[in-house]
């Protein structure tokens, strides 16, 4: 089994930074993209920011020049720094991973529990 676990969540002032960890752990032989979403009540979850496997970061167009992906393949880890945070930063962040397990030659997403930003004065 394959276990996702979110940290770094917390509430910060406006213009503020946070940094959020993704650990993964279990039976694992590889990851291949990385992920961060948001989901905000009444809204849909949206993807914030992706990293492929080879390290390439992608970004919505709301966090560009804010936001930094990163990954720490042997670690196993994912991180979200987010600098200059805004209110409507505000949600429920969570990580996503595509992993290929020991048991299979098939690959699949594996998401964490979510850790809670609130951006507020």
């Known amino acids: 089994q394959v276990h996702l676990v979110e940290s770094g969540g917390g509430l910060v002032q406006p213009g503020g930074s946070l940094r959020l960890s993704c650990a993964a752990s279990?039976?694992?032989?590889?990851?291949?993209?990385m992920a961060w979403h948001r989901q905000v009540p009444g809204k849909q979850r949206e993807l914030v920011a992706d990293i492929t496997g080879d390290g390439r970061p992608k970004y919505v167009d709301a966090v560009k020049g804010r936001f930094t992906i990163s990954r720490d393949d042997v670690k196993k880890m994912s991180y979200l720094q987010m600098d200059s945070l805004k209110p409507e930063d505000t949600g429920v962040y969570y990580c996503s991973m595509t992993i290929v397990q020991m048991t299979t030659t098939a690959s699949s997403e594996f998401w964490g529990q979510g850790t809670q930003v609130t951006v507020s004065s």
């Open positions: 279990g039976n694992i032989w590889g990851i291949f993209g």
